[in-house]
């Protein structure tokens, strides 16, 4: 109960942030006079790129302490984690494309944070296959906290990828101050906004998985 009551708390605070991020991103903050109404992708795809990153961060962390402890419920907050990281990943490089194409003018170049995300992406289906591919399901968990372990290099290359390699990406504008205090007041509102909404899908999810695994113990107890 206790937990349904965090759960509500955070979906009520999530979907109303969620409302007045929409507003800000397509009613509120200014049109930028260079990339024109494309811009505002930005405030979408940026906020997916971090929870890509944090859903990994969270696998990371998760996959020492399962390897260390052995105890089921760090692999499955890691897995978790995995689902959705993958599934932010995938719009960040979809965004990411549909925001290049007018910027750019080609909907993929080999740009470094490009080619970071997408490696990250690569990790995260291999962290799923490495699973699929043992036999037994301890083995799969394993091998998918090693993956998880040593993938998180990417995380940090990603982060500092416009400063290590000179790439078309811009680098962090938001810290040297190229951004209007609208445009900065709306990734922020932006921001906050999806890692609620990832907050709220992890707790859900992770809340299945254990109601999954209270049912295949029921299963195997007899009459």
């Known amino acids: ?85 993958l599934v932010f990943t995938t719009l960040t490089l979809i965004t990411g494309s549909l925001w290049a194409r007018p910027v750019w003018h080609v909907w993929w170049t080999w740009e470094p944070r490009l080619t970071t995300t997408l ?19 301890h083995r799969g968990a394993t091998f998918a906290a090693v993956v998880g372990i040593i993938g998180f290099i990417d995380v940090p290359i990603i982060g500092m990828s416009t400063s290590i390699w000179r790439g078309l990406h811009p680098g962090a504008i938001m810290f040297q101050g190229g951004l209007a205090p609208p445009m900065v007041q709306t990734l922020v509102v932006s921001l906050l906004a999806f890692t609620g909404i990832f ?11 254990n109601d999954e695994n209270a049912l295949m113990v029921l299963k195997k107890i007899p009459d």
Not at 122 to 133: D, G, K, N, P, Q
Not at 199 to 209: D, F, G, P, R, Y
């Open 1 to 85: 109960m206790k937990n349904n009551h965090v759960r509500n708390i955070v979906l009520a605070v999530s979907l109303a942030l969620t409302v007045l991020a929409m507003y800000m991103v397509f009613i509120f903050v200014p049109t930028e006079r260079t990339m024109g109404i494309v811009q505002r992708i930005f405030y979408l795809m940026l906020p997916m790129g971090w929870l890509a990153m944090l859903a990994f961060t969270i696998i990371f962390i998760n996959s020492i302490l399962y390897l260390k402890k052995r105890e089921d419920k760090y692999d499955l907050l890691a897995r978790s984690a995995a689902e959705l990281g």
């Open 199 to 209: 907050s709220v899908l992890l707790i859900q999810l992770v809340a299945l998985k």
């Open 119 to 137: 490696v990250l992406w690569v990790i995260y289906i291999a962290y799923f296959m490495v699973r699929s591919f043992a036999s037994e399901e």
